[in-house]
């Protein structure tokens, strides 16, 4: 389908299509068509993220603003089946930082890429072996500010669902899809609190099966809800 044609079917969305409420499966094309509505189609590279996890715990910005800002780009990619998914990542146990936490294929911007869109496809290929051509980006959301003073842009992709993965063991214990109506179903998100750094941590989490969604990761999950859904 041309770009051409998935701006028309947008154009063409009924209002009763676009205010479904999020706990109704989507079809693929139907969401396509939301996205290219609601996302960014240019990378925010300079300004203030208002997203992050400041927002549920505000006292993270005065620390923050005390470290350098690093810039990495994360891929949200949504499997192109007739209900669609999410691709997610379970961190390697044996990683630094966040061992087993689940995650989005993403990392730092490396001077040689382009751009977040390039930096998110890279690490997508290295971490998990998903090829590039296999993605077609749709848009971008808010940049992520995280409690690490990482600005994070978030790339959204359609992925062909006749992709193959190759885990990088290093990095990736497992990688598994979630169904996105769950993720993006208001219903299933909470807000959990822990002590950190001497502070009491609110953030958002997301309980599917035996996965459990926290931190980071549902926060960007959450700012797809609110900037396709709301």
């Known amino acids: 389908m041309t770009d051409a ?78 209900q669609p998914t999410v691709l997610l990542t379970l961190r390697s146990a044996n990683l630094p930082n966040h061992p087993g936490q689940i995650a989005f294929p993403g990392g730092k911007i490396d001077p040689q890429d382009d751009g977040p869109l390039s930096a998110a496809l890279r690490e997508a ?28 842009v978030p790339v959204v992709g359609i992925v062909r669902p006749d992709f193959g993965l ?27 609190t822990r002590e950190s750094q001497g502070l009491m941590r609110t953030f958002h989490a997301m309980i599917y099966e035996r996965r459990r969604i926290w931190g980071v990761t549902a926060g960007i999950l959450r700012s797809l809800y609110e900037r396709v859904y709301l």
């Open 166 to 192: 190759t885990l990088n063991p290093g990095e990736v214990d497992e990688a598994f899809e979630v169904p996105l109506h769950f993720l993006m179903n208001a219903d299933n998100h909470i807000q959990e």
């Open 5 to 82: 044609a998935i701006d028309a079917m947008a154009n063409a969305l009924p209002p009763a299509l676009r205010e479904l409420p999020p706990a109704l499966p989507l079809g693929l094309e139907p969401f396509r068509a939301r996205a290219r509505l609601r996302l960014a189609e240019t990378p925010d590279l300079a300004g203030d993220p208002v997203r992050g996890d400041h927002e549920l715990t505000p006292q993270y910005r005065g620390l923050v603003e005390t470290l350098p800002l690093r810039g990495a780009a994360v891929l949200i990619p949504i499997v192109a089946r007739e």
């Open 125 to 152: 290929e290295e971490e998990v072996g998903l090829a590039r051509a296999f993605v077609e980006p749709l848009g971008y959301l808010d940049p992520y500010l995280t409690r690490t003073g990482f600005r994070i």
